[in-house]
DNA sequence: GTTAGGG
DNA sequence: CCCTAAC
């Protein structure tokens, strides 16, 4: 009918530059065969994946007008594995996929809107029951709308305590409710949540008012990748940075990560984190 | 069968 | 997005 070009959703664009940061560039097929990015891309094939990283790639190219050196191609070493000691990996990837905080959006959009926080919100939300839900609501309410990760109820669990304990939740016996007062601006005024996608500043000296560390530490980072004409180093830096930033903020959710994959790796499963 | 490049 | 050549 009207569409004929099937439109790139922000998830799909977000699974291809994880997938590319994870196996590397120019392994398609295992990004597609990748678990973790399979549902988002599931629709897609691999030669759409090349083609449209090439495509965000001369587009990023052609934004900085100055810089062409910025392009996302961030590796490829050698043949399959990557040389990338620390960046890489479970933490990173784990990081972008499980912590992101955006309730700014409304995820009743015809788009999807994949933030497990914003499926909280909305199963909340759209609760009759003025006490709130319980886990298995809230479960079973995000399932019918979105795929399903098999750990995806541990997963919630520990969202939902993180979600109390930084006041936006409020858990009444086994039911959890949304605490209106506390979402807009008392210890929390800045949900500060942005991807990692190559944005480079247009005013470099330029500050405003108040900015978050990770807004600075990508502006430090960018300078310092015009002065030594090193995007790698940017990037990594950047990354570094709001890695940094994110346990700086909220150590205590790296903490609970850290205890599941500790449980179950105790119970001899396999983790795959991503 | 997959990937890279041109159309 | 489709097609084709090279690996």
């Not at 750990?151 to 969202?159: C, E, G, I, Q, Y």
């Not at 939740?169 to 990692?196: D, F």
Request: one cysteine or more.
């Amino acid at each position: 009918m009207g569409n004929p070009k099937q439109k790139w959703t922000s998830e799909e664009e977000d699974a291809l530059r994880a997938g590319v940061a994870k196996h590397g560039t120019g392994k398609w097929k295992n990004i597609l065969r990748d678990p973790e990015f399979a549902p988002s891309l599931k629709n897609r094939s691999n030669i759409d994946l090349k083609d449209k990283w090439r495509n965000m790639s001369v587009n990023i190219a052609t934004q900085g007008s100055k810089e062409k050196s910025r392009v996302p191609k961030v590796k490829a070493t050698t043949t399959g594995l990557l040389a990338n000691g620390e960046n890489s990996a479970s933490a990173a990837s784990l990081a972008d996929s499980e912590i992101t905080d955006d309730p700014s959006k409304s995820p009743q959009d015809g788009k999807t809107a994949p933030r497990y926080n914003a499926m909280i919100i909305d199963a909340l939300s759209s609760v009759k029951d003025s006490n709130g839900s319980d886990i298995g609501a809230i479960v079973k309410f995000i399932e019918q709308k979105h795929e399903v990760p098999q750990n995806f109820r541990r997963l919630l669990s520990s969202k939902l305590r993180r979600l109390v304990l930084q006041g936006k939740l409020e858990k009444v016996q086994n039911s959890y409710r949304i605490k209106k007062e506390a979402a807009l601006g008392t210890k929390t005024p800045t949900p500060k949540q942005k991807e990692i996608r190559p944005r480079p500043p247009q005013n470099p000296g330029l500050v405003t008012s108040q900015e978050t560390v990770e807004a600075a530490a990508k502006n430090a980072a960018y300078q310092i990748a015009e002065a030594e004409n090193k995007s790698f180093v940017a990037a990594e830096a950047m990354k570094e940075a709001e890695r940094v930033a994110r346990m700086a903020e909220d150590s205590e959710s790296l903490l609970q990560l850290v205890k599941e994959i500790y449980e179950q790796c105790s119970r001899g499963e396999i983790v795959l984190v991503g």
